[in-house]
């Protein structure tokens, strides 16, 4: 490490140790990294491994792939520790990580590539529009094409809705257990998760504590959806759905009511309004948790929030991610009288108000 003084505008170093321009070309050039492990899931490469060995000529022949890029392409991969190789050239067989196969293989309940799929369909053509979005503070999704906003769009089609869920459901799966195993639950008996889409965080909780009645709550094209998973967890019976347009009708009675990356997709005024609305279906001591990409309080450490709360940016304009004090400030308004924040998985966090 060292530090510098500014003289005439140039910094000069006070101990002997040179500049190091690593991290900025490191993140100038993060794109290829990124676009590569993204390619590599919309082309199914982990998928389509499974729990074999094979050369990359078979691989990319399975692929579809032309000769020229194979040996890159699966190389790099290895390089960036996303595949194995045994052996060199040619004749070298590459096989699944352990990780490959738990997260990126669509055969396995651990899958979290669906989020990579809409990155790569998606978000990383409209990131190019960063520029743009700054400047203006307009959304550079779809709508800025003349097209149907992303909601909009997923919600006149059931198959592509349950598809878009899918994608979002292994991303949140570890959040929801974190949540479930770290949060006190013994003294409350009802739960409902707002925006539940798959009834995932409903099932996540009702799996590690068997005493509480859980109600997955969505707009009424999700119910089936929602009621599906449900089934096929054999949650049934402790677990309802409801539906319901959360900015238009009240939301469901309950001790505890949750809200997994919800608050972020939208503008001050809404989000204070979903606060008011948790408060007034809360009885006395009841809890309203908020699952999020926390930005810290102090802005300096939470990449991923900043990051997210900029794609918020990207994709809706006026939609923000915020920190726990920011939480806590908009609860304190509404009335809230107790507040925590309890560390989920990676950048994730579960902002707690207790009434």
């Known amino acids: 490490m060292y530090e510098a003084a500014w003289i005439g505008g140039n910094a000069l170093l006070t101990t002997n140790h040179p500049a190091d321009p690593s991290a900025i070309l490191q993140t100038a050039f993060a794109f290829w990294h990124s676009k590569v492990l993204l390619t590599a899931v919309e082309l199914g490469v982990f998928t389509k491994l499974g729990d074999r060995h094979v050369t990359g000529a078979q691989l990319g022949a399975e ?33 699944n990580t352990p990780e490959g196969a738990l997260f990126l293989d669509e055969a396995s309940p651990r899958y979290i590539g669906g989020i990579l799929v809409m990155l790569n369909s998606r978000l990383f053509k409209f990131w190019n529009d960063l520029p743009e979005a ?34 979002m459901t292994g991303l949140s799966r570890i959040n929801f257990e974190s949540l479930a195993e770290k949060f006190d639950f013994s003294n409350y008996q009802s739960l409902c998760d707002v925006g539940g889409a798959s009834g995932l965080l409903c099932i996540e909780v009702a799996k590690k504590h068997s005493h509480l009645q859980c109600t997955s709550f969505d707009l009424p094209a999700v119910q089936p959806i929602a009621r599906k998973h449900i089934a096929a967890s054999g949650l049934s019976g402790r677990i309802d759905t409801a539906g319901g347009d959360f900015f238009n009708d009240p939301l469901p009675n309950a001790d505890v009511i949750t809200m997994g990356m919800i608050l972020h997709d939208w503008n001050l005024d809404k989000k204070m309004h979903l606060i008011r609305a948790a408060y007034d279906a809360l009885p006395s001591g009841g809890a309203l948790i908020a699952i999020e990409a926390l930005i810290d309080d102090a802005r300096r450490e939470n990449v991923h929030g900043l990051l997210m709360s900029l794609n918020m940016l990207i994709e809706f304009g006026d939609a923000f991610d915020y920190s726990g004090a920011d939480f806590r400030k908009w609860c304190e308004e509404v009335g809230f009288q107790r507040f925590d924040v309890i560390p989920l998985a990676g950048p994730s966090s579960a902002a707690v108000a207790y009434k």
């Open 134 to 167: 700054l400047r203006t503070g307009k959304p550079q999704n779809e709508i800025k094409h003349g097209q149907k906003g992303m909601f909009e769009e997923l919600y006149s089609d059931l198959s592509r809705l349950e598809q878009f869920i899918g994608a």
């Open 63 to 95: 692929l579809g792939l032309h000769p020229r890029g194979i040996a890159d392409f699966f190389d790099a991969l290895v390089a960036m520790k996303f595949l194995f190789r045994d052996g060199d050239g040619p004749t070298s067989m590459y096989f």
